[in-house]
């Protein structure tokens, strides 16, 4: 039968049950993420080189916790804000600029659907850095204690969360060049001096405020409480939570799906 | 032909401004299931706003818009699902090959068609493995047809569908569209090219400055324009001087005025449907005279 006859088939044709939809979008944009040389080298590489840096680099280091834990702890809020944030926020942007946004807005997929396999896929992404990044780590000497690791499951879908709508507000109101150009300069700055590889204590007293309000500062305070034994700390929680929160309704009121 | 069921599209009054700018000022027109309806209008005129208020991509400021009986703006799943879009810009994810992209849009739907037949029909399989942002404007073209209709639809729309094809694949395509029209689905369509128009379209919606100017069947459409336009008689006459022109001209107003008739000499006119659809374009603009004769 050709396509011809097969269209004059009786229509019938409805949406796939709305589990169906959102995994098979989350699994392709996994597999656009894995596959894009560039995005791997956001995800994995720059991860990696602040994890090897931070172990055997004097930098960043807490008084008593072994080098390797501030290592790790730097590294996870690292490969969280690569994804969630740089990566997500770049696909996303040339998507828009595509018309991927609006043949999707057409789909049974939907804008919502959209959203939630685009989470997904970002959760996914970031299974397979934790892997990598993990592996790496305990060839290092990483001993990691499992309350420590259960606590931090909280911070990393909070920060995913904060940042993944961060970057979704720069995808879905800039430019793609802006896009590119603003994710890529904000994430090694918010690595480098926004409290992600630097405890917010080593900081100049001037400047601690500041970075205690980032959402890179509040994530890297956390991650250091869940994963080298720093002090918790309920302020950097509650300012990632407002990140989130506002991020969320910033989204929900200002994204575009239409490109400028 | 199916008259007796209630149209699959009817947009009325449909206004749509972006900012001062009005994209739409009161367009009407409807979509019949079984039916190719061709919207057309020079760049700019609405259609692709048009497009996007009934796709559920904006909402009308004024008017309203039924698709299949529902506001297009507040669509369900499965009401997206009875609706397939091929839109200008393509659309296609570009970081995943062919094949792949199609499989995914396939998989969004309960029974949709067979992948690999739509494939070797429209010849993707040619450059099934190719990622997307490699391939040619064509092969483009063809796969974002493939992904409109791969969830068997009930209304189409197809936003210049054989634009960038060569003419064997745009034959496969017409062929398809043809297709879809006989088993009742209703296709919209815009193109700026009138072959395609003349060859598929059952209706022509003629959108110009956000306003509907003219719609009927191809037919239809050219001799509403002449009717409109008076009684138009062609004559060519060639190497001629200009006083022998002139001559002629003399004569041929006094035939005129013999059979008390309001007589305009023109040195051209619409015969056709490009030429109709130049002069409603000329017509709707501010200004403009209502025919562009020139009258000595």
């Known amino acids: ?260 | 032909m199916s008259t007796e069921h209630p149209p699959a599209l009817l947009a009325e009054g449909v206004q749509k401004h972006f900012g001062l700018l009005r994209a739409l000022d009161g367009s009407s027109f409807a979509a019949r299931r079984g039916e190719v309806t061709a919207l057309l209008g020079p760049n700019g005129a609405g259609k692709t706003t048009m497009i996007s208020c009934a796709t559920g991509l904006l909402q009308p400021d004024g008017g309203s818009v039924r698709v299949l009986g529902e506001d297009p703006w507040r669509a369900s799943a499965a009401q997206r699902a009875r609706v397939g879009v091929m839109i200008q810009d393509g659309g296609l994810t570009s970081g995943i090959s062919a094949m792949r992209l199609l499989r995914y849009g396939a998989s969004l739907h309960t029974d949709p068609l067979d992948v690999d037949e739509v494939a070797a029909h429209l010849g993707i399989d040619e450059f099934a493995g190719t990622i997307v942002r490699r391939l040619s404007g064509g092969q483009r073209q063809r796969l974002a047809l493939a992904l409109a209709i791969i969830g068997r639809p009930e209304l189409v729309f197809l936003d210049e569908p054989t634009a960038g094809m060569d003419p064997g694949i745009r034959r496969t395509v017409r062929e398809l569209i043809r297709a879809l029209a006989r088993t009742g689905t209703a296709v919209v369509l815009t193109t700026h090219l009138m072959d395609d128009v003349e060859g598929l379209a059952d209706h022509v919606v003629v959108i110009a400055g956000g306003r509907t100017v003219a719609s009927g069947t191809v037919a239809e459409v050219i001799a509403s324009h002449r009717a409109s336009n008076g009684l138009t008689l062609t004559a060519t006459a060639s190497g001629l001087s200009a006083e022998a022109a002139r001559s002629l001209e003399e004569d041929v107003r006094a035939l005129g005025a013999r059979h008390r008739v309001d007589l305009r000499v023109s040195t051209g006119g619409a015969a056709d449907l490009e030429g109709v659809l130049l002069d409603l374009m000329d017509g709707s603009r501010p200004g403009a005279p209502e025919t562009e004769e020139s009258s000595r």
């Open chain 1, 1 to 260: 039968m050709s396509t011809t006859d097969a269209v004059q088939a009786p229509r019938g044709s409805g949406p796939a049950p709305l589990a169906r939809r959102v995994l098979a979008h989350a699994a392709l944009e996994t597999r656009i993420l894995l596959s894009n040389g560039e995005q791997l080298m956001v995800a994995i590489l720059m991860p990696a080189l602040v994890l090897l840096a931070l172990r055997y680099v004097p930098l960043g280091r807490l008084e008593g916790i072994a080098p390797i834990d501030t290592a790790v702890a730097a590294t996870a809020a690292t490969a969280l804000i690569s994804t969630a944030f740089t990566s997500q926020a770049i696909q996303t942007g040339f998507d828009r600029r595509g018309g991927v946004l609006r043949w999707i807005a057409t789909t049974p997929l939907g804008r919502g659907g959209y959203l939630a396999g685009k989470i997904l896929a970002t959760l996914a992404v970031q299974l397979v850095q934790i892997l990598v990044l993990g592996a790496l780590a305990l060839a290092l000497g990483w001993r990691p204690e499992l309350a420590g690791l259960l606590g931090a499951v909280p911070v990393w879908l909070l920060g995913t969360v904060a940042f993944g709508s961060l970057g979704l507000l720069i995808a879905g109101t800039l430019r793609t060049e802006a896009v590119l150009a603003l994710t890529n300069v904000l994430f090694i700055l918010l690595v480098a001096l926004g409290g992600v590889t630097i405890p917010v204590a080593h900081y100049p007293r001037f400047a601690r405020a500041i970075v205690d309000l980032l959402p890179s500062g509040a994530l890297g305070e956390l991650m250091r409480a869940c994963l080298a034994g720093g002090a918790f700390s309920a302020g950097s929680a509650i300012v990632l939570a407002l990140w989130a929160m506002l991020g969320s309704l910033a989204v929900a009121r200002w994204f575009r799906w239409t490109s400028v």
